[in-house]
């Protein structure tokens, strides 16, 4: 009996032990928080949560579903818009990150310029971040900002960096901000002639892009005209009333979601056909926290 009151004493004083000297490692549910913020931040919607995303999407899709139930008085219509209105939020966030990502494309070689001229001009290296945010490109100015005043928080250069480079998630993003990590850190005297070049090869990449995107709009132009017009056509046969009785059989809701699963795939494909491959991270920065 006296042994087993020992073990239990000593469990108890290597639990409390453990308890305070590991390392907390976030929960699952943290961790997916944080991963869905990211994923957020990346299209520039740094304020809105992932549970108020999720709510967003249940929400468009109940009121389409609705609109439709309303007008055409099909169950089965109704339930393929409200799977459609639930993907609205997503759609829009995607278009949103495209849109961010193409406008900070054009904008980093004039917003590098900027910086080069500054630091050839004599300004130490968080002095010319100050300067691209305050007269940078309009895209690139809050990024540069958050530098400016997380170093003035933290007052660690190298860690307001990294976190700017996981924040916008950007392989040019990630080239810039390892070449100042490097120079802060080592100093150097080439760090002007190194973010020329650098621009250069950018305003030369944003042509290029520019003019095959111009000769691919067809393909874009021409998928979503194949995925839109088939539907078309459902609302309008659907808006009789032999219509709609036919797509509430269980036939008809069948062919509805296979029509929606087949014009999905064949539009992501098209759209993957018709974009350009986005460079790869080589340089991916991992954030520090603050």
């Known amino acids: 009996m006296t042994v087993l009151v020992v073990m239990c004493l000593g469990l108890g004083v290597f639990l409390v032990y453990d308890g305070i000297t590991r390392r907390r490692l976030p929960s699952t ?4 928080s944080a991963r869905g ?7 520039g919607l740094e304020g809105v949560g992932p549970a108020q995303f999720g709510a967003a999407s249940v929400m468009a899709g109940g009121l389409g579903g609705a609109v439709v139930l309303v007008v055409i008085g099909s169950v089965g219509v109704a339930f393929v818009a409200c799977l459609a209105g639930a993907c609205g939020p997503t759609v829009y966030y995607r278009s949103r990150r495209r849109g961010l990502r193409a406008a900070r494309r054009r904008g980093w070689p004039d917003a590098i310029e900027l910086l080069a001229g500054a630091v050839r001009a004599g300004d130490t290296l968080p002095a010319a971040i100050g300067v691209v945010a305050d007269r940078g490109p309009e895209s690139l100015r809050p990024v540069f ?5 997380d170093h003035r928080v933290s007052g660690d250069l190298v860690a307001a960096l990294e ?15 390892r070449t100042m990590v490097l120079a802060h850190r080592v100093g150097g005297r080439e760090l002007g002639r190194v973010l020329r070049t650098l621009s250069a090869f950018l305003r030369d990449d944003v042509a290029a892009r520019r003019e095959i995107e111009s000769r691919q709009s067809w393909t874009v132009v021409s998928a979503r005209v194949s995925a839109s017009a088939p539907w ?26 296979g029509g929606a699963a087949v014009t999905a795939a064949g539009y992501r494909m098209m759209m993957r056909l018709g974009r350009l491959p986005d460079e790869p991270r080589v340089l991916a920065v991992e954030a520090t926290a603050p």
């Open 37 to 43: 913020r990211s994923w957020l931040s990346a299209a």
């Open 232 to 257: 078309l056509v459902l609302l309008l046969v659907a808006s009789r009333p032999q219509g709609a009785q036919a797509f509430d059989s269980p036939t008809g809701i069948a062919v509805l979601l």
């Open 29 to 32: 549910r943290v961790a997916l």
């Open 163 to 177: 976190r700017m480079g996981a924040r916008v998630a950007d392989p040019t993003a990630d080239r810039i901000v």
């Open 145 to 149: 900002k958050d530098v400016v005043s």
